[in-house]
């Protein structure tokens, strides 16, 4: 199985600040990376696309790179409603595994 | 708008199976893949398995492989999920997601609680 790391695990920013989370794959997977985002007792919501693309309606701050092994999600300039667990998840192979999360608390 | 209007709660015994639906509301159901992910208290997310109900084809994560059914019923774009030989550890909301290739993961089902308990 293709196992996704993220860090940090947990992140502490104020509104308005620019944060980058980071997943990394235990072995090339192009750029088939989804970006999610959970706020408590809620379902998740598809927030990114092949590495980079923005599902529909996701706001532009929000904005994804990488190719390989190496991604990153961006939220610029943070909003209240952004703060929340973020998960990765690699979809080119068979289980489509999810990194553990990262919580972005307000500080 | 689609939606993924999955089944109620469920709370079972030890040992007995559980089934949870999964019915496409407002868009199409064929060309896209249905997965079902899980997510025990506290934790991040499990992929289960998968169904292409246009291919009939069913793709299931190895730790699930004789444990794990998938089916489709196209008619009422309906998809299930059932678990058997439940055990205390397979308590979690379990949702049910809509993925389309390249373009990965766009839907969220609202997820269905499994409690099991003796």
């Known amino acids: 199985d293709i196992q996704m790391t993220q860090s940090p695990s947990s992140l502490s920013a104020s509104v308005g600040d620019s944060v980058t989370i980071t997943c990394r794959a235990s072995q090339g997977i192009n750029n088939y990376l989804a970006w999610f985002q959970q706020k408590a007792g809620k379902a998740p919501k598809s927030l990114i696309y092949a590495s980079s693309s923005l599902q529909t309606g996701v706001p532009s701050r929000f904005s994804g790179s990488g190719s390989g092994t190496d991604f990153t999600l961006t939220i610029s300039s943070l909003q209240p409603e952004d703060f929340a667990t973020y998960y990765c998840q690699q979809y080119i192979g068979y289980p489509h595994t999810f990194g553990q999360g990262t919580k972005l608390e307000v500080k | 708008q689609v939606q993924l209007v999955q089944s109620g709660a469920e709370v079972k015994k030890p040992g007995s199976s559980v089934k949870v639906s999964c019915k496409t509301s407002?868009?199409?159901?064929?060309?896209?893949?249905v997965n079902w992910v899980r997510q025990a208290p506290g934790q991040g997310f499990e992929w289960m398995g998968g169904i292409i109900p246009l291919l009939g084809t069913t793709n299931y994560a190895q730790r699930f492989q004789g444990k794990l059914t998938i089916t489709t019923d196209e008619t009422t774009t309906t998809a299930y999920m059932e678990l058997s030989s439940l055990r205390s550890e397979d308590t979690a909301v379990y949702y049910c997601?809509?993925?389309?290739?390249?373009?990965?993961?766009?839907?969220w089902g609202h997820g269905t609680t499994v409690i099991v308990s003796s």
């Open positions: 997601v809509r993925e389309r290739d390249y373009y990965g993961v766009d839907v």
């Open positions: 407002g868009g199409t159901f064929s060309g896209f893949g």
